[in-house]
């Protein structure tokens, strides 16, 4: 019997989110008295390894599964749980898991828990804390079933390295051919990818156009932090689509977003409430945005960014 953890990756290496989701599972493997196993399609091996250097004394390797759609790639982690007798399969939550998992729950007759923000407490059976309202409030939820299905929030355990090796294991699988029809894949480029990063430096309509967006990138870069935007931005051509947060756009969970000429509306605090610092600066200062901040500067964005950059770059 095992914990099961799904990893993904990017460039054939784990994702940070991913590696996150392996602290996780042999956190809850300690608990339970359980081996934690990572599940992982990926043609590369160099790096995985490295896995159990963040708990997992095994790893599963797909090789050759080229077509990982949500239905594909559920079958995948249903297979592999069969196989090790997980009691509980762990992802980290993403654009791709929010699909995986009730595909999940309903292949392995599994109760499903997302958006999770805490290690399981086992004094009462398995109840989890999961975030509900768009990251407004939390729930404890108790799970009743044989097997459970978990994707965890990003950084809601920190990445602990305990010097470990994984032995890795090729796993053959049957795969079925996806039922998804993809049309077009648009991917984010760049040194750091939106849904990953730590830091993030949004802007907004008050950028007044897309010639202006030259001073973000610098403040973005001098943190070492992604770029954002909001709706309208990306709706206007000023910025790629994806990186567009929000209710309709990617969701982030970052330690610190900063926004900058963006009010705050509803639908965009949506998809950042759950950043660990809100950093504001906007010149109105009834703007809604204020409201959800940890720190607040009102100010032109045109004045506040060069000093604000400035400021970092003497400090590094």
């Given amino acids: 019997m095992a914990i099961l953890i799904y990893v993904e ?22 608990q339970m008295g359980k081996k934690a196993v990572a599940v992982v399609a990926e043609n590369n091996d160099a790096n995985l390894a490295s896995l159990g250097n963040y708990g997992a004394s095994e790893v599963l390797q797909v090789k050759n599964a080229t077509d990982l759609q949500s239905d594909v790639v559920a079958d995948l982690i249903a297979q592999a749980a069969k196989k090790v007798g997980a009691e509980v399969i762990i992802l980290s939550k993403s654009t791709l898991t929010d699909a995986v998992a009730p595909i999940l729950g309903v292949k392995l007759e599994a109760a499903v828990a997302s958006n999770v923000m805490t290690l399981p407490t086992l004094a009462d059976g398995f109840v989890v804390r999961k975030g509900v309202f768009t990251g407004k409030g939390f729930a404890d939820v108790k799970l009743e079933s044989s097997v459970k299905v978990l994707t965890i929030k990003k950084n809601a355990v920190p990445t602990v390295a305990t010097g470990g090796s994984a032995a890795v294991s090729v796993f053959d699988v049957t795969l079925p051919k996806s039922g998804v029809n993809v049309t077009d894949v648009q991917k984010q480029t760049g040194d750091i990818l939106l849904p990953e990063a730590d830091l993030v430096v949004s802007a907004g309509r008050g950028m007044k156009g897309a010639e202006n967006w030259g001073m973000v ?13 909001s709706k309208p931005v990306s709706d206007m051509d000023w910025r790629p689509h994806h990186e567009h947060v929000g209710q309709t756009g990617i969701k982030v969970s970052p330690n610190l ?54 400021a970092i770059k003497q400090l590094s």
């Avoid at 996150?20 to 956190?27: D, H, I, K, S």
């Avoid at 990138?217 to 935007?229: D, M």
């Fill in 9 to 30: 990756t990017e460039n054939g290496s784990p994702k940070k989110s991913s590696l996150e989701a392996v602290c996780y599972g042999a956190e809850v493997a300690k």
């Fill in 257 to 310: 977003y900063i926004a900058l000429g963006i009010s705050g509306a509803i639908q965009h605090l949506a998809g950042v409430n759950s950043s660990k610092v809100i950093v504001v600066v906007n010149k109105d200062p009834e703007a809604p945005f204020f409201k959800s901040a940890d720190y607040g500067i009102v100010g032109d964005v045109f004045e506040v960014i060069p000093k604000l950059t400035a």
């Fill in 217 to 229: 990138e610098e403040l973005a870069k001098v943190l070492g932090a992604a770029t954002a935007c």
